[in-house]
């Protein structure tokens, strides 16, 4: 047999009452009459009205609100599987901090935490033929906002086709950018 509604969210309203949300409770629609009650029930009591063949507790679903859920969600997703592969490509910290809010130690814990282990110091600098290789490719991306969501996008791609560590790419794009030869709109 399944658990119904009224077994469901009795449960989940006799568990918060013994942890004292009062307001919560009420919240979902329980009267503070119906909550005095409720605590004091027996067992019998409690397992009469929960397993109750009448359906006292309906549920609705706020269907914008759920949408919005959803949506964000997969923004979420989104976001956590970017940052995910920006580490993957070695991207820094001052990296990951500028496109994706983290701290340094928010940043470490994350690389700890999918098995990244990065080597302390400075990356080597790029010959000429990966900074030449870096200009065609930004060039070719037509990104005109190095701070941007398209500049994020082209730079990992960048990275992931020539196997090249996103610092390298981000750090020769700012040097870039600071001698005036990226145009930005």
């Not at 910290?93 to 701290?103: D, M, V």
């Not at 930004?138 to 005109?144: D, E, F, L, P």
Request: overall charge negative.
């Amino acid at each position: 047999m399944t658990p119904s509604v009224n077994q469901a969210v009795l449960t989940h309203v006799m568990q918060a009452l013994k942890e004292g949300q009062i307001r919560y409770c009420e919240s979902l629609g329980f009267s503070p009459q119906e909550l005095f009650e409720l605590t004091h029930l027996t067992v019998d009591d409690m397992l009469y009205l929960s397993n109750s063949a009448v359906q006292f507790i309906t549920l609705s679903i706020d269907h914008n609100m759920l949408s919005r859920m959803l949506t964000r969600t997969e923004q979420e997703r989104v976001f956590q599987q970017n940052l995910e592969e920006a580490l993957s490509l070695g991207a820094s910290i001052e990296f990951i901090t500028h496109f994706f809010g983290l701290s340094t130690l928010e940043v470490c814990a994350r690389r700890r935490l999918i098995g990244l282990f990065v080597r302390q110091g400075r990356n080597n600098a790029p010959d000429e033929a990966v900074e030449a290789l870096v200009w065609n490719e930004w060039q070719k991306a037509g990104v005109m906002k190095l701070d941007s969501p398209d500049a994020l996008k082209a730079m990992m791609t960048i990275a992931r086709s020539h196997k090249l560590s996103l610092t390298v790419i981000w750090n020769l794009l700012r040097q870039w950018h600071q001698e005036k030869l990226l145009h930005e709109e």
